[in-house]
């Protein structure tokens, strides 16, 4: 089977001028990001067990893009996930239908023919 794409979408919303949309992955080049630094994940320390001192991971940050209406910058909301269908599903649904309706044309020539000779066979008894 094949690999569903994932598409990542985001919400922006731009209070002061209401300006509102979705931003879908393959749309991003179409806004301007604002570009932001990771949030730190706080103070390094030192790990009792290893002795060595340690600094947490920085957290990835929401993205933000320049709002088209008013250039204000707006933090985007990431919206879950949706699988998009690629052209090979589509193509194999239409595939799948077309063979289904072939099977029921044949389906209905098969009973067709059998009434027919049911038929022939009525008259010659
Ligand atoms: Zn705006």
Redesign the pocket.
């Known amino acids: 089977m094949a690999e569903k794409k994932i598409q990542k979408r985001w919400l922006i919303y731009?209070e002061?001028?209401?300006?509102r949309s979705t931003i879908m992955e393959e749309e991003i080049k179409g806004f301007t990001e604002v570009p932001l630094v990771d949030t730190p994940g706080g103070h390094p320390k030192r790990n009792p067990e290893t002795k060595k001192v340690e600094t947490p991971k920085s957290l990835p940050r929401a993205k933000m893009f320049k709002?088209p209406?008013?250039?204000?910058g707006?933090i985007a909301k990431p919206l879950p996930d949706i699988y998009v269908k690629t052209i090979e599903d589509v193509e194999k649904e239409k595939l799948k239908k077309q063979d289904a309706e072939r099977k029921k044309v044949q389906e209905e020539r098969r009973i067709k023919e059998e009434e027919f000779i049911n038929e022939k066979k009525d008259r010659s008894t």
């Open positions: 731009c002061p001028c209401s300006f709002c209406q008013c250039g204000r707006v």
